[in-house]
């Protein structure tokens, strides 16, 4: 008899894995809705980095397997030396990258509950233990991180500001938190959303990428950019990390098209700083509409993303408000699959669906309260 299985058997670890769900486009019914539901800029592109598209070069030719100008470009921006700056495919594969290569089976990554999903896929992916530490009232709690710490933790992932929540440790408690860590573990700051926050509330996150032999910072072409479609992230750390990082991406994980406009997108910052100012502006105009819905039971986490994580804790739902919205035509994130069935994180759109997305939430509140009543 043998003994062989009768096809390929992925291992248990994989086997364990829910695949990664992204943001929905559409409506139930296949319409096309106004998305506000995968953290994508509302402005669009960069017109310097479109253009840049006519530039790429033929399609049958690989791209360079280094994106050597867009690893000058960013180094030039950040005042970082290139040699310590991987690019990768969108910064999920560094992500992936930095997980499998610091851990693996029976050893453990720790992030916060309502940490950013991914997290868990690339944990397991590399056959680590993921473990989560409690949350504070949404945010990621320092010390709750610390105490999971032990001989076994190889990966600490922190997203700052975090997805879904939008909650931002300031500079203090990234180094308080870093400070308390064990050399060997790797600290993965992930800065997907870093453009969004204001410049002079700066986590200090490069610069202790640039002073630790433990630290690796990631960050994004997908939000403020406004490049999601071309997968591309970067990420920095010592040039030790960099290299051990290097040897497991993929190869010519970059496209063509993605390095061009990649490298025109840094080189338009005006664009960088409209997408923040549009997104500060809006984000503040929309949850002061929030704050006056407090008495239906709606609040909402203090947000430094492009994003916010509203809460239904009256009498109208996550869930039908997630409807709702879809019936209106937007689009949203409902969250009851990352233990938020109360949660809705609202994409920072542009103003008009804004408004409207704060006025038809007021009235799905105030009908579901009459209902209940
Ligand atoms: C916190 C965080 N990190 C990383 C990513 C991955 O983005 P990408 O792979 O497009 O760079 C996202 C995307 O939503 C995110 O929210």
């Given at each position: 008899?043998?003994?062989?299985?009768?096809?390929?058997?992925?291992?248990?670890?994989?086997?364990?894995?829910?695949?990664?769900?992204?943001?929905?486009?559409?409506?139930?019914?296949?319409?096309?809705?106004?998305?506000?539901?995968?953290?994508?800029?509302?402005?669009?592109?960069?017109?310097?980095?479109?253009?840049?598209?006519?530039?790429?070069?033929?399609?049958?030719?690989?791209?360079?397997?280094?994106?050597?100008?867009?690893?000058?470009?960013?180094?030039?921006?950040?005042?970082?030396?290139?040699?310590?700056?991987?690019?990768?495919?969108?910064?999920?594969?560094?992500?992936?990258?930095?997980?499998?290569?610091?851990?693996?089976?029976?050893?453990?990554?720790?992030?916060?509950?309502?940490?950013?999903?991914?997290?868990?896929?690339?944990?397991?992916?590399?056959?680590?233990?993921?473990?989560?530490?409690?949350?504070?009232?949404?945010g990621?709690?320092?010390?709750?991180?610390?105490?999971?710490?032990?001989?076994?933790?190889?990966?600490?992932?922190?997203?700052n500001p975090n997805?879904?929540?939008g909650s931002f440790l300031p500079?203090?408690?990234?180094?308080?938190?870093?400070?308390?860590?064990?050399?060997?573990?790797?600290?993965?700051?992930?800065?997907?959303?870093?453009?969004?926050v204001?410049?002079?509330d700066?986590d200090?996150?490069?610069?202790?990428?640039?002073?630790?032999?433990?630290?690796?910072?990631?960050?994004?072409?997908?939000?403020?950019?406004?490049?999601?479609?071309?997968?591309?992230?970067?990420?920095?750390?010592?040039?030790?990390?960099?290299?051990?990082?290097?040897?497991?991406?993929?190869?010519?994980?970059?496209?063509?098209?993605?390095?061009?406009?990649?490298?025109?997108?840094?080189?338009?910052?005006?664009?960088?700083?409209?997408?923040?100012?549009?997104?500060?502006?809006?984000?503040?105009?929309?949850?002061?509409?929030?704050?006056?819905?407090?008495?239906?039971?709606?609040?909402?986490?203090p947000s430094e993303a492009?994003?916010?994580?509203?809460?239904?804790?009256?009498?109208?739902?996550?869930?039908?408000?997630?409807?709702?919205?879809?019936?209106?035509?937007?689009?949203?994130?409902?969250?009851?699959?990352?233990?938020?069935?109360?949660?809705?994180?609202?994409?920072?759109?542009?103003?008009?669906?804004?408004?409207?997305?704060?006025?038809?939430?007021?009235?799905?509140?105030?009908?579901?309260?009459?209902?209940?009543?």
């Amino acid at each position: 008899m043998s003994t062989r299985a009768p096809s390929p058997r992925p291992k248990p670890w994989i086997a364990d894995i829910h695949a990664y769900v992204a943001g929905k486009s559409a409506g139930a019914d296949g319409r096309p809705l106004v998305k506000l539901s995968a953290n994508e800029n509302p402005l669009g592109t960069s017109p310097k980095a479109l253009a840049a598209l006519a530039d790429v070069r033929i399609p049958s030719l690989y791209p360079d397997p280094d994106s050597i100008a867009l690893r000058a470009a960013l180094g030039s921006l950040h005042g970082i030396d290139p040699a310590r700056i991987l690019c990768g495919t969108g910064s999920g594969e560094l992500l992936a990258v930095a997980a499998s290569a610091f851990a693996g089976p029976g050893d453990e990554i720790l992030y916060v509950r309502y940490g950013f999903s991914l997290y868990d896929i690339v944990a397991r992916r590399s056959g680590a233990t993921p473990v989560i530490a409690p949350d504070k009232d949404y945010g990621t709690d320092i010390e709750a991180l610390l105490a999971l710490v032990t001989e076994r933790t190889r990966v600490v992932f922190v997203a700052n500001p975090n997805n879904p929540t939008g909650s931002f440790l300031p500079k203090g408690e990234i180094a308080r938190l870093h400070a308390a860590l064990p050399s060997d573990v790797l600290l993965v700051l992930d800065q997907a959303y870093a453009e969004y926050v204001a410049p002079e509330d700066d986590d200090g996150g490069l610069a202790l990428a640039a002073a630790a032999a433990n630290v690796l910072v990631t960050r994004t072409f997908s939000k403020a950019y406004g490049l999601a479609g071309e997968r591309v992230g970067w990420a920095t750390g010592s040039a030790q990390i960099i290299e051990v990082l290097n040897r497991i991406r993929g190869a010519f994980n970059l496209s063509n098209s993605g390095q061009a406009t990649a490298v025109a997108a840094v080189e338009d910052q005006a664009f960088v700083d409209a997408s923040r100012l549009h997104n500060t502006r809006e984000r503040a105009r929309f949850v002061a509409k929030l704050d006056a819905l407090g008495n239906h039971g709606i609040r909402y986490v203090p947000s430094e993303a492009n994003f916010v994580l509203v809460l239904l804790e009256g009498a109208l739902t996550g869930e039908a408000a997630y409807t709702g919205l879809a019936e209106r035509g937007y689009i949203t994130r409902w969250l009851p699959g990352q233990g938020l069935p109360h949660g809705l994180r609202i994409t920072i759109g542009l103003s008009d669906h804004m408004d409207a997305i704060a006025e038809a939430l007021r009235e799905m509140a105030e009908t579901a309260r009459s209902e209940a009543a």
